[in-house]
């Protein structure tokens, strides 16, 4: 299937759902709250090597919670990050494709059963390959910063992202999520290998921010969207992993330089410190408000709404409950 029929099988979706689709919620948090200890360079990836059972019933329960989207456990999920721990190659490509595998597997049991039940409300979900920022494979928190430091330069960044792309878009997600990217030089890194591996699966490219305003490296979302306007790769662009309050005001910023589709999916307003690797308590939104801001935020005009760090099913069970309702 071809970028365009894959694009529409989105817009499908979005359709059916009245006008604005739901993502998953936090992955690594849902991971944790059943005993996952993922304090580890590989973050919620480990669940590759140690639990990839706890990966399929975790895409379950935000399958069951309301998710047309769900997002895989490959965020921080990397061939160097693979091989530095004593993996080969080939266990780290297989790794990758495992990440989708449960996620496809988790979206067509759960289809499978609902669709023969009468009166449900779910749609077919689809699964997004996640690809996760230099930043999260650096896992020094620099997906918040933006800072990368001098040496990495567009090249690098291409070659960082490169064979991991590959080996994603042959395991045939229906998406990619490239998420937390920090500064203009990824997102451009990331477009631009997109078109040059001709990728035939519609991809979001989300950004993080710590100011509510600019990319964390300080550049504005102008300048950071630029490229991505020109993709025919790139279905939409947003936020994830930026605190709520951000998000009604970068959505409004966002429709004024696109007019691709707009995601969001923020966490729940905690701060991650890179260095003591926690979350720290900050102003922290619950499920009713993001139920609120939900119906704010498509009002606005996004297209894919969800949650990400520290958000959990419940949180999306009362995202899928507010969009659709109308
Ligand atoms: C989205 S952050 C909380 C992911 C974890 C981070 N890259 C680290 O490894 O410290
Ligand atoms: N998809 C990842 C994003 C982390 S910012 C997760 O939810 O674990
Ligand atoms: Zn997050």
Known sequence: MGLEKKSALLEDLIQKCGGCAVVDGGFATQLEIHGAAINDPLWSAVSLIRDPE???RVHTEYLEAGADIVVT???QATIPGFLSRGLTMEESESLLQKSVKLAVEARDRFWDKVSKTSGHSYNRALVAASIGSYGAYLADGSEYSGNYGENVNLAKLKDFHRRRLQVLVEAGPDLLA???IPNKLEAQACAELLEEENVQIPAWICFTSVDGE????GESFEECIETLNKSNNI?????????PQFIESLIRKFSKLTKKAIVVYPNSGEVWDGKAKK????????DAEFEMFATKWRELGAKLIGGCCRTTPSTIKAISRDLKRR
């Open 54 to 56: 706890l990966i399929k």
């Open 279 to 286: 979350w720290l308590p900050s102003q922290c939104f619950g």
């Open 178 to 180: 490239f998420e937390t």
């Open 235 to 243: 279905y939409a662009v947003g936020i994830n992993c930026a605190p």
């Open 214 to 217: 600019k990319a964390p490296s």
């Open 73 to 75: 456990s490959s965020y």
